[in-house]
């Protein structure tokens, strides 16, 4: 019999959250808890989350206790396992950041542009504050990180944890792009292999692989998706962003025909045409308010009212997998039982691209197990993917810089850098309009 697991889920109010609960419930033989702790900062989006998870468990998984808690200690003590999802600032502040951008015609995305440039600054100081309080109380515990923007964070967690191997950066948006190629191929994910490489929502597959063939999809894939998706919605249930996103591929593919992109890299390669999309009255972040969020805590209202899963529309269906979920899911499973599957992670750049700079924490295929992340050697890289690559790094860096050192100097030259402002004038007016909207949540710049 497996050894059971203990895990705390941190950002447990997410509206991710859910579906994690459902994985860990579906999972429940490959990756056995003993007991599951919801912790966050927010009592009432907290409280929410574990009246479902209660319901979920006590109908599904009886034999692993859950709880909630507000305390660090009682989070994190014993555990083996850390889930971290945290959203600084929430989405109120992501609407911020986007809408500032828009006013200046430069594009706030999420984890792109001068966006992501603002809520790097705001999840810097609060996942290291988490992870502090993690290695407090859980100096062995593996901390799985899923928290925005995922390479700036990785880029800090790098330089103040250093060698604290069982700290791992991931994503779930390549393996979201996996299944897309899988339902194309009439495949499950499971059985195909990716080689990649980039930064965090800056990369290429170079190869998409059979695990028992070893074959290649990729000329195939570049065939299929150089054709706009007419059917996006069949593959995948998708807002309209998302499913402008996932048609927009074919465009990419058709302009850049040497490997299949992350789809992020619209933006920085085509933002005047991202930019026309933009709406500054009702961004994505009022999209998700409105979509998904909204949505999932409807959907835990309804099930904490009617006391039961079992016999509603919220039952659970085999087979059903959720990729943000499963993802982090898998990699644990991996990790606890010594299993050496590949997955994309953020690592240290130790000549595994060997003409980008040396501590770049890029992202490409590892080998995940009890030892932590070994990294599959990528090589050489072509000079524009590599210009690219170098510059967005620049960016982060210094991001990273202006943070940990306070400095105005190093936010206004991230900012000016940053592919999706790229000038001067307009980068400090971003950034001073940006230090105002995040005080309290920014170190101070001088």
């Known amino acids: 019999m497996r050894r059971s697991n203990s895990v705390s889920i941190v950002g447990a109010g997410s509206r991710y959250t859910p579906g994690i609960l459902k994985m860990l419930v579906s999972e429940k033989e490959r990756f056995p808890l003993h007991r599951l702790t919801l912790y966050d900062n927010e009592p009432e989006r907290l409280e929410k989350v574990f009246q479902y998870g209660q319901i979920l468990f006590k109908e599904y998984y009886p034999e692993c206790e859950i709880i909630q808690t507000l305390?660090?200690?009682?989070?994190?003590?014993?555990?083996?396992?850390?889930?971290?999802?945290?959203?600084?600032?929430r989405l109120k502040m992501r609407e911020s950041d986007e809408k500032i951008a828009l006013k200046y015609h430069r594009i706030g995305q999420e984890t792109c542009g001068a966006g992501g440039f603002a809520y790097g600054m705001r999840?810097?100081?609060a996942v290291v504050d988490i992870i502090k309080d993690i290695r407090k109380y859980a100096p062995e515990a593996w901390i799985l990180n899923y928290s925005n923007p995922a390479a700036i964070v990785?880029?800090?967690?790098?330089?103040?944890?250093?060698?604290?191997?069982?700290?791992?950066?991931i994503c779930d948006m390549p393996i979201a792009i996996m299944g897309f190629y899988a339902k194309a191929l009439d495949k499950d994910v499971s059985e195909l292999e990716p080689r990649y490489f980039g930064l965090n929502h800056f990369g290429w597959f170079t190869k998409i692989l059979d695990k028992k063939t070893g074959y290649d999809y990729l000329p195939e894939l570049q065939k299929i998706f150089k054709t706009p998706l007419a059917a996006v919605g069949e593959i995948h249930p998708l807002d309209q962003?998302?499913?402008?996103?996932?048609?927009?591929?074919?465009?990419?593919?058709n302009d850049y025909e040497d490997y299949l992109p992350n789809t992020y890299l619209q933006y920085y390669l085509y933002?005047?045409?991202?930019?026309?999309?933009?709406?500054?009255?009702?961004?994505?972040?009022?999209?998700?308010?409105?979509?998904?969020?909204?949505?999932?805590?409807?959907?835990?209202?309804?099930?904490?009212e009617n006391g039961h899963i079992k016999g509603t529309e919220y039952e659970l269906k085999e087979g059903i997998k959720d990729g943000h979920a499963g993802y982090i899911v898998d990699l644990a499973d991996s990790i606890a039982y010594n299993?050496?599957?590949?997955?994309?992670?953020?690592?240290?750049?130790?000549?595994?691209?060997?003409?980008?700079?040396?501590?770049?924490?890029?992202?490409?295929?590892?080998?995940?197990?009890?030892?932590?992340?070994?990294?599959?050697?990528?090589?050489k890289i072509p000079t524009f993917h590599k210009g690219l690559l170098e510059n967005q790094y620049a960016y982060e860096k210094l991001t990273v810089d202006a943070c940990l050192e306070g400095s105005y100097k190093y936010a206004w030259q991230a900012l000016t850098l940053n592919r999706l402002v790229n000038d001067t004038q307009v980068a400090k007016k971003l950034l001073d309009e940006y230090i105002v909207a995040n005080k309290g949540y920014w170190p101070e710049l001088k």
């Not at 962003?241 to 593919?253: N, P, Q």
């Open 123 to 125: 999840s810097i100081p």
């Open 154 to 169: 990785a880029e800090a967690t790098k330089r103040i944890f250093k060698d604290d191997y069982r700290i791992i950066n």
């Open 339 to 379: 299993k050496n599957e590949i997955f994309l992670c953020m690592t240290e750049n130790t000549g595994i691209i060997s003409n980008l700079t040396e501590g770049m924490m890029v992202e490409v295929p590892c080998r995940v197990g009890s030892n932590g992340v070994e990294p599959l050697n990528v090589g």
């Open 241 to 253: 962003s998302w499913f402008d996103t996932f048609r927009f591929m074919s465009t990419m593919i």
């Open 271 to 304: 933002p005047d045409h991202l930019l026309e999309g933009e709406n500054p009255e009702y961004t994505r972040a009022n999209e998700v308010m409105d979509g998904h969020e909204k949505l999932t805590f409807e959907m835990l209202d309804k099930v904490i």
């Open 71 to 89: 305390d660090p200690e009682e989070a994190f003590t014993d555990i083996g396992f850390a889930f971290m999802q945290i959203r600084a600032g």
